[in-house]
């Protein structure tokens, strides 16, 4: 099984997933806010911590090693701020709501509300969907997880 097809299996299909998402998984240049966003969707989600990382390495040409320690640090701040409320808002793929990363001692179907009615989802909505269809294609080509 490859690392998309890991990731598919605890988000589902990518065209669901929300393209603020894709654009900084495959396209942007790793910075904080974005490293940030992606901990929160995929902590949120539940995709455990080395799939995120692995996933994040395959599709961003500009990963380091830092990258993994940054979100292995948003990871370990949700994991110890058990009692804390909304730390981050999320996409939650199961729902199809936004959701408030809370403490993991608190209620995790904590629900925006209102809930954002800009965001847009797919890998067309993107801007750039030549550039995440290849490095898809590339993911799927010869790489096991």
């Known amino acids: 099984m ?6 598919q299996r605890h988000l589902g299909s990518i065209e669901y997933r929300p393209s603020d998402i894709l654009i900084y998984l495959f396209c ?4 904080e806010s ?3 966003a992606i901990a929160k969707f995929c902590y949120g989600n539940d ?5 995120a990382t ?3 390495h395959f599709c961003n040409a500009a990963s380091t090693p830092f990258d993994h320690e940054t979100l292995e640090y948003y990871y370990s701040y949700f994991q110890h701020h058990m009692y804390k409320h909304h730390m981050g808002r999320y996409y939650n793929m199961a729902a199809r709501k936004f959701m408030y990363n809370n403490g993991k001692c608190l209620n995790q179907a ?3 509300s ?3 009615t800009e965001q847009d989802f797919g890998i067309a ?13 590339y993911i799927t080509r010869d790489r096991p997880a």
């Open 47 to 51: 995709v455990p911590l080395t799939i």
């Open 125 to 137: 909505a993107t801007g750039g969907e030549l550039i995440i269809r290849a490095k898809l294609q």
């Open 28 to 31: 942007c240049p790793p910075n």
């Open 34 to 36: 974005r490293f940030r």
């Open 110 to 112: 904590d629900e925006v």
């Open 2 to 7: 490859n690392i998309l097809q890991c990731m």
């Open 54 to 56: 692995d996933f994040y």
């Open 114 to 116: 209102p809930q954002p």
